[in-house]
């Protein structure tokens, strides 16, 4: 297996290929790039299957690999490798791309190269870069990439009802029907605790609170969502609830 690491950064390049090697067994050929150009120039010639590429570089950043690389080209997945800020680092997440965070571990590298392979073929890496740019551009978080059997589904948040753990599964509810995702009702509280229209009346809930259609005081009280899903909340965040209800 080929990987590539696109850095300015002569130094950030030869650890993390260094890492890669200790940790990645199953990757045999590192290339390196110092500036994005050079880098779309060795994926074209080499085909890696990862890239590790760097946000922030002199001359083209690493959000404008789709600008040179044709979308039929994209044969491989891509780990950004960021000292950005946080909220970078929720946009790459929504947008179910991986990254690894400087200064960066063997350990680290392990788990993304890991989690980057099992998309590896099933994803449109082109559509997961559109978004992210987009949110880039706008500073503005409107989707989250859900990963589903053949791929990433986009799914913006005015169109998310609610969702509802299922051991270590999450059960997504749309406006177009219902997913189960291979992630822990965790992973979306952490990655949705920024958008405020998301709450978490219990914990094994994370609610859209533009889509609750009544709350219920019956049976220690319970929330009636608009797909007539029933919610309950904690009888510690009751008071809670109500207030933030008054609010909206």
Not at 174 to 180: A, Q, V
């Amino acid at each position: 297996m080929k990987a590539l690491i696109i850095d300015d950064e002569q130094k950030a390049r030869n650890l993390l290929q260094t890492l890669i090697q200790e940790n990645c067994k199953n990757i045999t050929e590192i290339y390196q790039a110092d500036n994005l150009l050079s880098g779309v120039e060795l994926i074209k010639s080499e085909q890696p299957q990862l890239v590790f590429l760097d946000i922030e570089m002199p001359g083209n950043s690493g959000l404008e690999i789709l600008d040179f690389i044709d979308k039929e080209d994209y044969h491989f997945e891509i780990i950004f490798t960021t000292a950005y800020s946080e909220y970078a680092i929720q946009a790459i997440q929504l947008s179910a791309i991986d990254y690894l965070l400087k200064p960066i571990s063997g350990s680290k590298v392990k788990t993304a190269v890991e989690r980057a392979l099992t998309f590896l073929g099933k994803s449109k890496i082109n559509q997961r870069l559109d978004e992210l740019k987009q949110v880039f551009k706008s500073q503005t978080l409107k989707k989250i990439g859900l990963p589903v059997n053949d791929g990433i589904e986009f799914v913006a948040f005015e169109d998310i009802i609610m969702l509802e753990a299922d051991g270590m599964y999450t059960k997504v509810f749309t406006t177009d029907g219902e997913m189960l995702i291979s992630k822990p009702l965790k992973h979306f509280v952490e990655l949705l605790q920024n958008v405020k229209v998301f709450y978490r009346p219990h914990r094994s809930y994370l609610v859209n609170l533009m889509f609750i259609k009544k709350y219920v005081k019956s049976d220690g009280g319970y929330i009636l969502m608009d797909n007539d899903r029933s919610v309950s909340i904690s009888k510690d965040r009751t008071d809670e609830f109500m207030q933030l209800m008054q609010n909206i």
